[in-house]
């Protein structure tokens, strides 16, 4: 069993920064792979990034040069650095686990229960 626990969300003014962590425990084999989605209102769940354990990473062109997601191993914790928000980034924001790195949901099995990130227009 594997579960995901994030935190770091919150209300944060337009240009400014927020960093999310996912803390991943059990089965270390069921998350090589990590990702971070997000849904905003009326949207489906799109991926943001995901990161691999050694390293490699992929990000939804949207938030690239904005968003860096990384992964300290020794603590099974993924981050996901977010900066120069934007009104259009308020979602709420989902890590999840998987065996390998893909862009499609259902290749992760596991899932957190989410935090909302509200950026106001």
């Known amino acids: 069993q594997v579960q995901l626990v994030e935190s770091g969300g919150g209300l944060v003014q337009a240009g400014g920064s927020l960093r999310l962590s996912c803390a991943a425990s059990g089965s270390t084999a069921s998350f090589n792979a990590i990702a971070w989605y997000r849904q905003g209102s009326g949207t489906l769940r799109g991926l943001i990034a995901a990161?691999?354990?050694?390293?490699?990473?992929m990000y939804e062109d949207s938030v690239k040069g904005r968003f860096t997601i990384s992964r300290d191993n020794a603590k099974n914790t993924v981050y996901l650095q977010m900066n120069r928000l934007k009104a259009e980034d308020t979602a709420v924001y989902y890590c999840a686990a998987g065996p390998n790195l893909s862009r499609d949901p259902l290749r992760y099995p596991y899932w957190g229960q989410g935090t909302q990130v509200t950026v106001p227009t």
């Open positions: 990161i691999r354990r050694d390293g490699v990473t």
